[in-house]
């Protein structure tokens, strides 16, 4: 139950109880309703849940505050916070089941009886409980060491991270012994502390998340909504956030250092971690339940071809072929959907680049590592606040020309650098490589057609196709089963243009006995055609086998950990 008390601009006052859920509007549905023209039919909701009360905008034309400040949502609502709907303010108490005030209240409810353990509603109203006393302490105190740091006079952008956190951490211990007497006694005094010092100064809940090795990649939804991907698998994760605003100041912290900014006029920002973790962060107004967050994190130890083959991805001649393609400087394309691990593989593959050679990798947000010795790594800019001094890939790559390459990686093509991409590996530096989004190999073809007339070149559709015929020499496509497998599922070579059609031909597929088997059994089949470049690599000296394209291998029935 929910307590709400309502007061208007004439200063009349009147208190409520209500059931959560509870709209808030004019209509004669709302459980509170509010007579004024200002105040929509359905105007905002008050939901109570584990963390505490939460009040949500439901798209009202006036729109909903909370101390002063327009929200799509916020919470938890703490007693003393003022929503303003309309001319209306209201403040918000939980009852609790009982018809009890709990909004300040942490301690988990006494047992039953002595020495009975108490019922299973009675211990999950005591977990929950305690979690939303956790919540509530992590936003006071959280507060409170922001106001004794007193940002807005220390220069704290000339602090190392380790000055930062130490200070932060003395006093809030200070602030901790001066408020024990409230804490609730249930509450670990370590645990707070720890919590709401990653907050302030770091990176929050996520600081345990990315430490732990098992992880690959930790999606925000909003402040109390987290999952993380373990093994293949996404499942929600008990951590939270105690704030928008904690999940924004997160977000400041990664993206502020790289020169990037996010603001209502620059929603979305692409960014990576120290460590190359990539991050995509967007928030309101095109994220509506709030700030949202992705990290993709890269491996705790650069990967080795024999991980992936170890690891079920490919097997042993899959992988043979593709370092010869790699050192013979064939043009290799990585073709997969979101999340298929088309960059890991690129970095693998990059890595075969013999060490003589120089390197030039560009990228919309840097991520690959390379260990190679003669390196050059570039990365896009995005506008300034006057909306210029953006640098494009497109950009980078025409400039990567000037730079003499022997091999140019980008990241991922996924826009007008397509053109310039295939010039490049048309004009003498074979043996570069790039990623691009597409289901099927067949489909890389049609969508590397497309991105080529995004760059606003007259040319006609028959000399675009042999321009990437001619240019393009593997194509490597990578999928990623229900069971979070991520495997190579063909290796196809560009083989010519026939009748106007780009012709493809398989040398290795990746393919399931029958419908019946399970989702990750199968093998990785040859499928008995040689690459036309066969001969110019044994009259080169490369030894090969044919029997590489004609042998099945079992692929293992599960995915595997490649950290």
Same mark, same amino acid.
């Given at each position: ?51 505490? #009360? ?53 301690? !988990? ?22 979690? +939303?006393?956790?919540?509530?302490? *992590? ?8 106001? +004794? ?6 220069? #704290? ?23 024990? &007497? ?22 929050? !809940? ?77 928030? +309101? ?6 700030? @949202? ?61 013999? !060490? ?9 947000? &840097?991520?690959?590592?390379? @260990? ?43 826009? &007008? ?6 010039? &490049? ?16 190999? *067949? ?95 044994? +009259? ?24």
């Amino acid at each position: 139950m929910l307590e709400v008390e309502i007061l208007t601009d004439e200063g009349h006052g009147t208190s409520l109880s209500v059931a959560s859920p509870a709209v808030i509007g004019r209509g004669d549905v709302c459980e509170i309703r509010l007579r004024h023209w200002r105040v929509a039919r359905r105007h905002a909701r008050l939901d109570e849940r584990i963390e505490g #009360v939460f009040v949500e905008d439901l798209g009202s034309l006036g729109g909903t505050l909370v101390n002063g400040r327009r929200i799509l949502q916020y919470g938890p609502l703490l007693p003393e916070d003022e929503i303003v709907v309309g001319a209306v303010m209201l403040r918000v108490r939980s009852m609790g089941a009982s018809g009890k005030d709990v909004s300040r209240e942490g301690g !988990p409810p006494a047992p039953v009886s002595a020495g009975m353990p108490a019922p299973p509603a009675a211990r999950s109203a005591a977990v929950h409980s305690h979690e +939303a006393a956790m919540v509530e302490w *992590r936003r006071r105190l959280h507060a409170r060491l922001l106001e +004794a740091l007193d940002l807005r006079r220390r220069d #704290v952008s000339a602090m190392s991270d380790a000055a930062l956190r130490q200070e932060a951490d003395r006093l809030l211990e200070a602030l901790v012994q001066d408020a024990d &007497a409230e804490i609730p006694a249930g509450l670990d005094r370590g645990t707070l502390r720890r919590q709401v010092v990653d907050e302030a100064v770091g990176l929050g !809940p996520l600081e345990s998340l990315l430490a732990d090795p098992d992880i690959s990649e930790i999606m925000v939804n909003r402040h109390d909504e987290l999952y993380v991907e373990r093994g293949g698998v996404l499942r929600r994760h008990p951590a939270v956030f105690s704030s928008d605003q904690s999940v924004l100041g997160v977000i400041e912290r990664i993206v502020s250092p790289l020169g990037r900014r996010i603001d209502e006029s620059s929603p979305m920002v692409d960014a990576r971690l120290r460590d190359g973790s990539r991050v995509n962060a967007i928030i +309101a107004p095109l994220a509506l339940k709030g700030p @949202a967050l992705t990290i993709r994190k890269f491996p705790s130890r650069r990967l080795r071809m024999t991980d992936m083959v170890e690891g079920g991805s490919l097997d042993a001649h899959m992988a043979g072929f593709l370092r010869l393609c790699v050192e013979r400087r064939k043009n290799v394309i990585v073709s997969g959907g979101t999340g298929s691990g088309k960059t890991t593989l690129l970095n693998i593959l990059s890595n075969f680049i013999p !060490p003589a050679e120089r390197v030039i990798t560009i990228e919309d947000a &840097a991520e690959l590592r390379l @260990a190679h010795e003669h390196l050059v790594a570039l990365e896009a800019r995005p506008a300034n606040l006057e909306g210029r001094g953006a640098v494009s890939i497109r950009d980078l790559v025409r400039n990567a020309l000037r730079m003499r390459p022997d091999r140019i990686v980008v990241g991922e093509c996924r826009g &007008a650098e397509a053109l310039d991409m295939l010039q &490049a590996m048309n004009t003498g530096h074979e043996g570069s490589l790039t990623t691009l989004h597409a289901n099927t190999p *067949r489909d890389a073809m049609s969508r590397l057609e497309t991105l080529v007339l995004m760059a606003g070149m007259d040319l006609p559709l028959a000399a675009i196709r042999e321009q990437i015929a001619s240019a393009v020499d593997i194509v490597v496509q990578q999928g990623r089963s229900a069971a979070g497998q991520r495997r190579v599922t063909a290796i196809v070579e560009v083989s010519g243009i026939e009748s106007g059609r780009i012709q493809l031909q398989e040398l290795f597929r990746f393919e399931r006995p029958d419908a019946g088997a399970s989702d990750g059994a199968g093998y990785f089949q040859g499928c008995e055609l040689m690459p036309s470049f066969l001969d110019e690599w044994r +009259a080169g000296g490369v030894a090969i086998s044919p029997q590489w394209f004609c042998e099945r291998t079992p692929a293992p029935d599960g995915p595997r950990s490649l950290a």
